[in-house]
Structure formats: structure tokens, C-alpha cells
């Protein structure tokens, strides 16, 4: 039965081909119309007690016996070499139980070769100098100032604009660009002819929009607990990915994978940066090995916003046509990505322009640019929200001077199949968003401006919308064993990243398996227990690992029936499973808790198995619109995001309640990167200024907008058998672009540049003297 | 942290001579600014003296039509005060925008007026010159958040603004702090509380040696009407942009008496009098807002990143206007 196939991946906008392991037939989609009894219904989060009072433990909550503690002497410079480094006086310090640097420690290479764990060349402030463990934070505070290093201090190229001009120092051994598998310098698209395009076109808008580095601020930062038994290692870790950590981990420390183990159990919060192994992973491990003592390197806050990765700046230079009657004829991007230090990736600013209308020419070219700070990461849809935000500004300003309504014209330019690859997709109901969305903005009404505070307060109303992957697929796997006590268990290898997938995907379990959600239990996070699953990022999760455990739930479920059909004396077939209870097909009497049946087995435990088949031919997205009312105060430069109405195409909804806490979250993150986020830097010394939360703004509740939140809740049965698609990153990528369209409605004044502050706003006022205020007049 | 003596008074008294000792000492109340200060070693006392202890020192209340406010009375207090909400409105507001409740619940009106710089160089790494190096980085810098008035070399080496709320209405309401000294009772008016920041003194205010602020002292308004608006980068918990605390009094239609405390534009919290010498005398429903605005913002010297708080000032003082004169 057990087949192996090639089928091809696609994870936020890069498309890979995998070998996968296919065990069995997979069970037929879950139709649409179907009548559920767990999945479609709201549910509280399973974990969400434990969360609250405390009970469930996070990396940092970890504290084995004899456990010391490391702290990190970093770079002071973006650019640096150590010329000499002398950590004796720091190791004889009372209290000091080791020192790790490039004195002692052992090569290893990072950063795909272009740097070690221990270099002398630093490439950003925050870059790892030497690490010293001791019995507390403070004695390990006190040491690092004892170490002495002296340092040739570098030039640094910190302007992602200028970091490509001649003359400009080279920062990285492979240029400070970019560039291709044939070594050309950025990643070009092409289709059609679009100076052709522009030809025919009789209204052209182009601009420069840029969008700022925004910080991840997880609550939770990232770090790690190390502990050696023997020649095994435990690695507590706040992870996107446990099993991305042992990879990294025994490759680094040359041992094998399954003497590494990596356990995260509850997550702080994870938004791109914490699928990626830092540093800290490995260095634990070998302090731990050279002191004999458990370690704990937690970063703190100024670390975490220094080093663990962040949304990139991008500077995106857009052109678009269309013609008189509304139809789109050519896109032009031009797009810089700023990937710090060490990216390897540009992140995907064309996807939205290549695929979110139909378009026969469309040009694209994104150049990665390294500087000396720190390295991005993926955060929430990379790539995207940039370029979305980019795009749909554009798109508003067509449609304001062809004098279209926003939605008629998306409608005319709606794309039935992925013009890139020319197949149509697994789904697309991005029609139905428009609409849903429209008709939810218009029921709720004009929203009240009498809660805001006193000022010159001017209405306005944008939309956006969005294309994203959240596809996911196979490798994913997973067991279900069935208790003789009538509990479940689901054994997987992924991890909670504050999503709710323990919620959803136990509803699946329940689902599938015909039982109560109480009585199921879903343990992850645990590379020793689970089986394989993929790290929890690129909205993969649910479509990746949610048909998983509902193959290992019917695995489970059909030894249970056979089981059964020996006390029940019926053909399995003829069995039937509800709310934890056996009937004969159409009998109520001779109901028998599962319990029940399986205590005349003794203490049998049913283990059942799932996998992820293989994926579609068809590209498959996700699919949003949303409608931002908001409120500009033409004398402060303040603006109020009043309401959020926001309709995604996510596929099947496995929980109501755990999806519109996705959309709040998302819409809210959208609303910092429009409004306030932005990491700054000094443009002398190359510190940056604000990696604190007091500096670095995040909305708080009081910016915090109503928000009406739906899905189309349409399956998508080509997608996977249970019909959902990734949702976690879509609700963040139409936000900033419907917010910046709401404040051209409201004061005029196109505002290309992220995030909109007072300061930029009064200036942008100021620059279009006062601008003419549009004619709807506010309603203050 | 670096490590320090710790000591909790229960009197007055004993505080004032832990303080005379001679020994090295700062005062620990709420705590919010100088524990984060200590922690990140910008500040480095050998010794604290808790005086959360003494209870005399946060009171709040009314002898012979004056108002008296003990240093140890927290913002939350003065905001939610009933004396204070209809006697002192703007003092209310400005405490009441302060920060986030947490804060405001620990947060005394004393600390709060002697909080340091929350200028990111000060705060960070970077070795500025309030802290004994050679340069304002943010001079030449990221200075959006900095000063736009007294900023120029010859006024200030540093160009960070006074971030305090309740110092702006305190100075629009003429207020006057008391403190005990070794050589007695000292009255200072808030106006005259704030000087240039200093390595010495990095919040301007330098007290004679051995001071304990004890009350803050509001005499009585002859009626009149007054505001504050706090202009920030987001909806809730952040130092102002730029705040307006603005204080009028009508007789008969025209503006009798006139104040404006100006905060986030210099060093110093600020007053304004020549636009106030202006108001005086105006009719109200003739009054020219635009150009008192002008008035107001001549003479800002804004840096290179700050300019907009030249229209920031004025728009917010506008909107001021025009809810006192409503």
C-alpha cells in the first residue's frame, strides 16, 4: 500500500518539489453541504485555561536542577572585525561557570557559509561576540564586561537605496545584492509586452511606495533551555518549527538527529521570525556540554528587536495602465527589499502585482539588498502586505481618475485562473468576498465619530484585497490512539503557535472519530514523540497537518468499528459512532459508551496513522477583501481606524471563534504597520533606536477598531480532503492598503510611504498646501 | 542592575535625615522611571530611600480655598479627584492621558515631575552627551520627537523635550512646589522648577542639596475655563508630541485672563506670554485663531525631522481654543 511520490509545495511564494510518503488511499473530501457535529462550530480554545492561569509552561517557565545562565556580549558597531578578544579576566570571575567565543569554540558555519557562529567579521550591531554562562543574570552581566575586545571598526552601508551604487563598500562575501541561480543580480517576471501595454493605456499612474522595517514584538521573545542527558540533548525552545531546531541543531553539533531533542509545548507568540534557528540554539547546547549544567539564554526585548529578524524595508517604484473602460493593460514593478545583514530570500513584494488581476503585461523585477543591521525574517505574509499595500494604492488612484467604484472595476479585471502558471485554480471566491464584503460594510452604516477626541475629524472609507498562498502539504503526520478508557490522543509534531490549531484540528479529531471535543487531547511540539509535521508558518498549518490527523482519526476509527462488530455482532459497516456513543446503524437500544466497548478488550490501545497526500496540480490561494472607515484629524495629522470590515476566502472554517480571532489579529498587526511601526535607525553610528516596546510603537486596545469579521466558508475540496485553507497570514496583507485609500478619501492626500504618523501626514498636508478637502463633507 | 543600599523611612523626618546624612541617596516613590532607569544601568544609585512609606505625603486636599497635593499623591489619584476634575481640569486631563492605568496607579505626582529624558539616545546605547559624552546625537539625528523651541547650541547642548503631562497644566496653573530642605521650607513655582538638562541634572531640575519634595500647591482660579490635549503616535500610552494645556477666563464676552502651557516642544514645559498678553482683551466670537496660532509657533526652530510640529502646535492649539471659548 505504502507508495512513494513527487508532488510539488508552494510556502509564501516559493514552489519546491517533495518526496513524499503516501501510506494509503486517502479518504474522499468532506463535501460541501455536509452536516457536522464538531467542525464549522465555535469552540474555546482547548489549551486556553491553562494558558490563562498560568499553568501552562513556556520555554521560559523551564528550570532544570543546576541550570546557569548565559548572556551574550554583542557587536557595538554594524561593521566590525575583532582584532583581539580576551575573555580570561571574565572566566575568573566568581560565579562564572564558562565563556564561549571564537577563542574556543569550534568552527561552525552559519549563514549559508557566508559567516560562523563565532566570526571575526560582524556584519550588524547585535552580532554574537562571546557568550558567558553563570549561576545568575547578573553575575553573567557583570562578566561581559570584563571581557576585552578591540575592534577595527568597518564602513557600514545602511541606505538599502544606495547599498548597490559603485563605490559602495562590499559588506557580504556574495556582493551586497542579491542575486540568481545564473548569478544575475534579482529576480525578473515577465509576461506580455508591457511597454505595449502602456501604449494602449489612456490613464497611467506610477509612484514610489515604500514601507518601513517593522519588528515581530512576539510577547514571548525568542530563546532556549539546554540540557544534556548522556549523549542526548533537550532543547525547551520557543520555535515556529521543533523540527527545523534538531536539523540545525545536530548538524551544527555533527551528532544525530534523534539524539536531539526539541520540545515547545506553548508559544509566546510567533509571526515569521521564530521559524528560523538563531544562534542561541546551538550555543546552548555547547555551553551546556562545556559547563556539565543545563542552560538558559533567553534574549531580552532590545536583543530580540535587534537580531531575530524583522519585515524589511521595501522601495517600490509602480506603473499601471488601464484603459477608458476600466480594463487593466500593463503593471510595472520595480521593487528594493531590504534583507539586513544576512537574508538569502527576497521577500515576495510582486506576488500581489503578478496575480491579483488580470493583466496579459505585467513586469516585475525584486532585488534583495543587504545592509549592515539585522537580518529579516519572515513576518506574517512577507512580502506581500508591501506589496499589496503598493498595488491597491495604485489601484485606487486609477479608479479615482477613470471615476470607477473600487469594486466594479476589481470586477473587471477578475483573474478565473493564475495567469503565471495558466491553470486555474483549486479555488478562488474572491467575487463573493467583494460582495460579502460590500454588503457588511453597507448594513453596518456610516460608523460614529462621538467617541473620538475633540478635533477636526475628517471621515473617510478604502478597500483592499489580497492574494496569498496558505496551501501547505505534505510531508505531515500524525497518530490518533484511542484509549481503552475512551479517551483520544493525538500525537503530532507541530506546534501552537498561539493560532488555536490544537483547538481546530482536535475538532477534527472529534469529528472524524465521533466523539466529544473534551475527550480529546492533542500533544505537540515534541520532536521525540510526534511524528513529523511542517513548521507553522505560510498559513500551512491547517491544510498541511489538519488532513493528517483526520486520516489518523478514520485509521483509529475503522480498528475501532471492527473491534466492536465482534461484541455489537454486526458487520462493521452496519456500526455507528456519536457523541462518544456506539449504535447498530438505525437501533438506539444497545447504546455503548466507546469506553465501554473497548473495556471488554482489556487495556487495548487503538493507535491510528495519518499523513498529508500529495497536492493538487492546480496553484491553490487564498482569497480577501477588506473596507477600512477611518477618521483624520486634519489639524493633528491623527488618524483613527474606525472599522475593519474584512472578508477572506480561507476554504472550509474548522472553527468560527479561533478564525476571527486570525482576522482581529491580523487587522491589527495590519493597523501598526500603517500607522506607527517603524524601526529607526542612526544614520552615523547604525544603533537602532527604538528596539524597546516603549519606543517601537504596536497598537494598543485603544487603537483597536470594531471590527466585522466573515469568511466565505466555502470548501475547497481540490485543495485537501477537508476542504480548508491556510488563515492565518491573508488578514494582515489588504489592511494597510485599505487604511492609506480610507485617508485619500478623507483628506486628499496620497500618502506612498508607511507607516501614515502625524509627522507624515502634516508634512504630506502641508507639501499639497492644505490640500482642497474632497467634497463629502465630515460628519463632526 | 548595579547593586545599592536599600532603605524604607517610615517618617518625614527620618527620611530628611537619611537624606542630610551626607550619604549618596535617591528617593524611590512609584518607582516607574527609576527602577527601568536602574535596570538598564543610565542611572546608578548607591542608595535608595523608599518613601512610599509616608503617608502624610499624598494627600490631596483643600485649606483656605488652596489646594494641596502631597508628592506621594499618584496620577491616578489626581485624575479621578473631584477637587481636581472641576477645580483643575486640565491637571485632571493631563494625568489622566498620562501613561497607561498600571502607571498611573503607581506613578506619584513628584516622581512624575522629576522624571529624566525619554530621548531614545539618552534611554539607549548611544554614549550622548547627557550622559558624559561629546555629542547630541539627536541634534543632527532621528530627532522627530525633540525639541522645536530653546533647542539652539547656545540655548541647550541637548535637545530632548521635558516629557512630563502634569507639569504643563501644573504650570498653567501658576502652581508652586513645596519641598523640606536641611535648612527648612522651600516654595519654588513650577515655572522656575525646570532648567536647562545637564550630565549633572539630565532632567533639568536641580533641587538644593538634601530636598524631598513634600506638596505642590494650587492657589485658587478666579473661575474660567481650561483644557489639555496631548497630540500622540498612537491612541493610548505615549509620551506627548506635542500637549496644549490652555487656560481662559471671559467677563462680558471678551477674554479677561489668559494662559497656555505648551508640552513636547522644549526641554522645559513652557508658557507662552506674549500670545497671552494677545488673548487678553478679545472678543470671543471675534477672536483670530490663525494668527494667535502664528504667534504662538514664531520663533520654533525646528531640526531636521521636527518640522511638522510647527502645524502639530498649532492645530492642537486651535482645537484648545476653541473648546475653552465654546
Keep these: 500500500m505504502t507508495r512513494v511520490v513527487k508532488t510539488r509545495v508552494e510556502i509564501e511564494g516559493r514552489v519546491h518539489e517533495e518526496t513524499v510518503v503516501v501510506e494509503r488511499d486517502e479518504p474522499a473530501a468532506w463535501e460541501a453541504g455536509r452536516e457536522f457535529s464538531q467542525v464549522g462550530k465555535s469552540a474555546n480554545r482547548v489549551d486556553g485555561r491553562e494558558r490563562v492561569t498560568g499553568a501552562a509552561r513556556y520555554t521560559y517557565d523551564m528550570h532544570p536542577a543546576g541550570m546557569l545562565y548565559a548572556v551574550v556580549l554583542r557587536s557595538p558597531y554594524p561593521h566590525a572585525r575583532i582584532t583581539s578578544l580576551d575573555t580570561t579576566e571574565a572566566e575568573r570571575l566568581s560565579g562564572v561557570r564558562g565563556v564561549l567565543s571564537k577563542n574556543n569554540a569550534a568552527d561552525i558555519s552559519w549563514y549559508g557559509g557566508a559567516s560562523k557562529l563565532f566570526d571575526d567579521e560582524l556584519r550588524f550591531a547585535g552580532e554574537e561576540v562571546a557568550v558567558v554562562a553563570a549561576d545568575d543574570l547578573d553575575t553573567a552581566r557583570e562578566a561581559l564586561q570584563l571581557i576585552n575586545v578591540e575592534y577595527e571598526v568597518l564602513p557600514a552601508v545602511l541606505d538599502v537605496e544606495k547599498a548597490s551604487a559603485p563605490g559602495v563598500p562590499v559588506i557580504h562575501p556574495k556582493g551586497n545584492v542579491l542575486r540568481d541561480d545564473n548569478d544575475q543580480p534579482g529576480e525578473t517576471y515577465s509576461r506580455g509586452d508591457v511597454e505595449q501595454g502602456f501604449r494602449i493605456a489612456d490613464v497611467v499612474v506610477e509612484g514610489t511606495y515604500r514601507t518601513p522595517t517593522a519588528l515581530h514584538n512576539s510577547f514571548e521573545t525568542h530563546g532556549c533551555v539546554a540540557s544534556w542527558e548522556g549523549d542526548e540533548v533537550t532543547i525547551w525552545e520557543s520555535t515556529q518549527y521543533i523540527f527545523g531546531v534538531r536539523g540545525r541543531v545536530a548538524s551544527a553539533l555533527k551528532m544525530p538527529e534523534s539524539k536531539v531533542r526539541v520540545i515547545s509545548e506553548y508559544i509566546g507568540g510567533g509571526f515569521g521570525s521564530k521559524g528560523q534557528t538563531l544562534k542561541h540554539s546551538v550555543i546552548a547546547p555547547l555551553l551546556s556540554r562545556m559547563t556539565g549544567r543545563p542552560i538558559k539564554l533567553m534574549l531580552d526585548r532590545h536583543e530580540e528587536n535587534l537580531l531575530s529578524g524583522n519585515r524589511g524595508e521595501t522601495v517600490q517604484k509602480l506603473r499601471v495602465g488601464a484603459t477608458n473602460d476600466g480594463k487593466l493593460v500593463a503593471i510595472e514593478l520595480e521593487s528594493l527589499c531590504n534583507i539586513g545583514a544576512y537574508g538569502t530570500w527576497a521577500a515576495s513584494v510582486a506576488g500581489p502585482a503578478q496575480e491579483l488581476y488580470l493583466c496579459p503585461n505585467v513586469r516585475t523585477y525584486t532585488l534583495g539588498v543587504r545592509t549592515n543591521l539585522g537580518s529579516h525574517s519572515a513576518f506574517r505574509a512577507p512580502g506581500h502586505v508591501e506589496g499589496t499595500f503598493a498595488l491597491e494604492s495604485a489601484m485606487d488612484e486609477l479608479c479615482r481618475q477613470l471615476g470607477m467604484d473600487p469594486i466594479e472595476f476589481r470586477k473587471k479585471n477578475y483573474a478565473d485562473e493564475d495567469q503565471v502558471t495558466g491553470n486555474p485554480y483549486t479555488s478562488k471566491y474572491l467575487l463573493e468576498s467583494y460582495d460579502m464584503a460590500s454588503r457588511l460594510h453597507a448594513e453596518a452604516g456610516k460608523p460614529s465619530l462621538d467617541n473620538l477626541p475633540p478635533g477636526n475629524w475628517k471621515y473617510g472609507v478604502g478597500m483592499g484585497s489580497q492574494v496569498w498562498s496558505g496551501g501547505g502539504g505534505p510531508p505531515a503526520h500524525a497518530l490518533v490512539r484511542l484509549n481503552s478508557d475512551g479517551t483520544v490522543e493525538v500525537i503530532c509534531g507541530t506546534q501552537d503557535i498561539g493560532t488555536g490549531i490544537k483547538t481546530a484540528l482536535s475538532q477534527v479529531v472529534a469529528e472524524e472519530l465521533g466523539v466529544p471535543l473534551e475527550a480529546v487531547r492533542f500533544r505537540l511540539g515534541d520532536t521525540q514523540k510526534g511524528p513529523f509535521a511542517p513548521a507553522s508558518w505560510g498559513s500551512i498549518t491547517v491544510p498541511s497537518v489538519g488532513p493528517a490527523v483526520r486520516v489518523a482519526a478514520e485509521d483509529a476509527r475503522q480498528q475501532l468499528l471492527e473491534i466492536a462488530s465482534y461484541f455489537f455482532e454486526v458487520p462493521a459497516a452496519r456500526l455507528q459512532i456519536k457523541d462518544g456513543y456506539m449504535t447498530v446503524e438505525g437501533r438506539e437500544e444497545g447504546k455503548r459508551s466507546v469506553a465501554d466497548v473497548l473495556s471488554e478488550v482489556g487495556d487495548y490501545m487503538i493507535v491510528g496513522k495519518g499523513f498529508r497526500g500529495p497536492n493538487p496540480v492546480e496553484p491553490l490561494r487564498t482569497w480577501g477583501a477588506q473596507i477600512a472607515d477611518v477618521a483624520v484629524d486634519l489639524d493633528t495629522g491623527r488618524v483613527r481606524v474606525l472599522r475593519v470590515v474584512a472578508v477572506h476566502d480561507v476554504g472550509r472554517v474548522l472553527n468560527p471563534k479561533g478564525l476571527a480571532s486570525q482576522f482581529y489579529g491580523g487587522i491589527l498587526q495590519g493597523i501598526g504597520l500603517a500607522l506607527m511601526e517603524d524601526r529607526v535607525v542612526d544614520e552615523r553610528t547604525g544603533l537602532v533606536v527604538n528596539a524597546n516596546l516603549q519606543d517601537y510603537k504596536i497598537p494598543t486596545m485603544s487603537d483597536c477598531p470594531e471590527m466585522i469579521v466573515q469568511a466565505v466558508d466555502i470548501p475547497d475540496t481540490a485543495a485537501n480532503h477537508i476542504g480548508s485553507k491556510g488563515a492565518g497570514e491573508p488578514p494582515i496583507i489588504p489592511t494597510p492598503a485599505a487604511i492609506a485609500n480610507a485617508i485619500y478619501d478623507a483628506v486628499g492626500v496620497r500618502v506612498r510611504s508607511l507607516p501614515v504618523t502625524s509627522r507624515r501626514l502634516l508634512e504630506d498636508l502641508v507639501a499639497s498646501n492644505s490640500a482642497p478637502i474632497p467634497a463629502e463633507e465630515s460628519g463632526s | ?326
Design chain 2, 1 to 326: 542592575m548595579q547593586t545599592f543600599d536599600y532603605v524604607k523611612v517610615e517618617t518625614l523626618e527620618s527620611a530628611l535625615s537619611a537624606i542630610a546624612s551626607g550619604y549618596v541617596v535617591t528617593l524611590l516613590a512609584g518607582g516607574t522611571d527609576l527602577v527601568p532607569l536602574m535596570k538598564d544601568e543610565i542611572v546608578t544609585p548607591r542608595a535608595l530611600i523608599d518613601i512610599t512609606g509616608l503617608e502624610q505625603l499624598s494627600h490631596i486636599e483643600e485649606r483656605g480655598g488652596t489646594l494641596h497635593i502631597g508628592a506621594l499623591s499618584t496620577l491616578s489619584d489626581l485624575a479621578g479627584h473631584q477637587l481636581v476634575t472641576t477645580r483643575y481640569p486640565a491637571l485632571a486631563q493631563a494625568c489622566g492621558l498620562a501613561a497607561i492605568p498600571q502607571l498611573r496607579n503607581m506613578s506619584t505626582i513628584g516622581g512624575n515631575l522629576l522624571q529624566q529624558p525619554r530621548c531614545w539616545y539618552y534611554r539607549g546605547e548611544h554614549n550622548c552627551w547627557l550622559k558624559g559624552g561629546e555629542v547630541c546625537y539627536a541634534r543632527n539625528g532621528e530627532n522627530e520627537l525633540h525639541a522645536i523651541f530653546k533647542n539652539t547650541p547656545s540655548q541647550s547642548r541637548c535637545v530632548s523635550v521635558n516629557p512630563s503631562d502634569p507639569a504643563v497644566a501644573l504650570l498653567l496653573y501658576d502652581a508652586v512646589v513645596r519641598m523640606r530642605t536641611p535648612e527648612g521650607e522651600l516654595e519654588i513655582p513650577v515655572g522656575d522648577l525646570y532648567g536647562v538638562p545637564t550630565p549633572e541634572h539630565p532632567n533639568g531640575v536641580s533641587l538644593p542639596a538634601g530636598a524631598l519634595i513634600t506638596e505642590i500647591v494650587l492657589e485658587p482660579l478666579e473661575g474660567g475655563r481650561s483644557v489639555y490635549l496631548k497630540a500622540m503616535p498612537r491612541a493610548s500610552w505615549a509620551f506627548a508630541l506635542v500637549s496644549v494645556g490652555l487656560y481662559v477666563r471671559m467677563d462680558a464676552g471678551r477674554v479677561q485672563e489668559a494662559r497656555i502651557g505648551v508640552g513636547g516642544v522644549a526641554t522645559v514645559p513652557m508658557r507662552f506670554p506674549q500670545v497671552e498678553a494677545e488673548l487678553v482683551g478679545q472678543d470671543a466670537t471675534r477672536l483670530d485663531a490663525d494668527s494667535l496660532a502664528d504667534l504662538l509657533v514664531e520663533g520654533a526652530t525646528p531640526l531636521s525631522k521636527n518640522g511638522y510640529k510647527v502645524p502639530l502646535l498649532r492645530g492642537l492649539f486651535k482645537q484648545a481654543l476653541s473648546q475653552v471659548l465654546e
